[in-house]
């Protein structure tokens, strides 16, 4: 089993459209949780980290469930920009961050 | 842009051959990590230096061995190179090993193993 797995999609959404990504871990001592977008044939970058209260950046909501061990992204009105993989990721101490393979979204005219 | 510069950015090699790849690390940050890309999959963890020492590594082989300089840049060195190692290769830098450190990426660099 992934330490860390995500649904690959593609996902296909037209603009405006809202759109939720769902990841779950199996390392129960993760500590720390983090979205990363990664645009094509470029480096991942950090959307935004992951807490146990929820934490939202303009259209992105991020949430945590600790007892499921399950995280979620939400986008809200999608934009084209919005295009690209995203890379759910957990951490825990001084272990490295441990990526999932990936959702990839593509938002559509 | 996150002040990480990897290069080079692309690299062709053959099979059995030596590659070396080079990471410059954010001002003021001690910690480098580098990471294996497969096309359609996410990065893989292969080792973390810290301070000039390594401080942990991933599942692979070693012939992936790696190296960090006073200055905290770092290398990765990959020897007698397989097909299966043509990838994207990422340095991740950040100030501390903990969780609580934000790891910025560099660009990259893909390497094509013929």
């Known amino acids: 089993r992934k330490e860390v797995e995500q649904d690959p999609g593609p996902f296909n959404v037209p603009e405006g459209a809202t759109v939720a990504f769902n990841c779950t871990y199996s390392n129960s001592a993760s500590q720390s949780f983090f979205w990363y977008r990664q645009d094509c044939r470029k480096e991942p970058k950090l959307l935004m980290s992951v807490y146990s209260s929820g934490n939202e950046d303009g259209r992105f909501t991020a949430q945590l469930n600790r007892a499921s061990q399950y995280i979620s992204l939400l986008i809200r009105d999608s934009k084209l920009s919005d295009s690209a993989t995203y890379l759910c990721v957990a951490a825990s101490g001084n272990t490295p961050l441990v990526f999932g393979k990936g959702t990839r979204l593509s938002v559509i005219a | 842009e996150t002040g990480v510069t990897q290069s080079p950015t692309h690299l062709i090699k053959t099979r059995g051959q030596q590659v070396t790849l080079r990471c410059s690390s954010q001002?003021?940050?001690?910690?480098v990590s580098w990471y294996q890309q497969a096309l359609g999959q996410g990065p893989q963890f292969i080792f973390q230096y810290y301070r000039e020492e390594e401080n942990g590594r991933g599942n692979f082989p070693p012939r992936f061995s790696g190296l960090q300089f006073p200055n905290y840049s770092s290398e990765l060195n990959v020897n007698a190179l397989e097909l299966d190692d043509s990838a994207l290769y990422l340095c991740?830098?950040?100030?501390?090993?903990?969780?609580?450190?934000?790891?910025?990426f560099g660009a990259g660099t893909r390497l094509s193993v013929l």
């Open positions: 991740a830098s950040s100030l501390g090993t903990g969780d609580e450190n934000i790891q910025y």
């Open positions: 001002s003021g940050h001690n910690t």
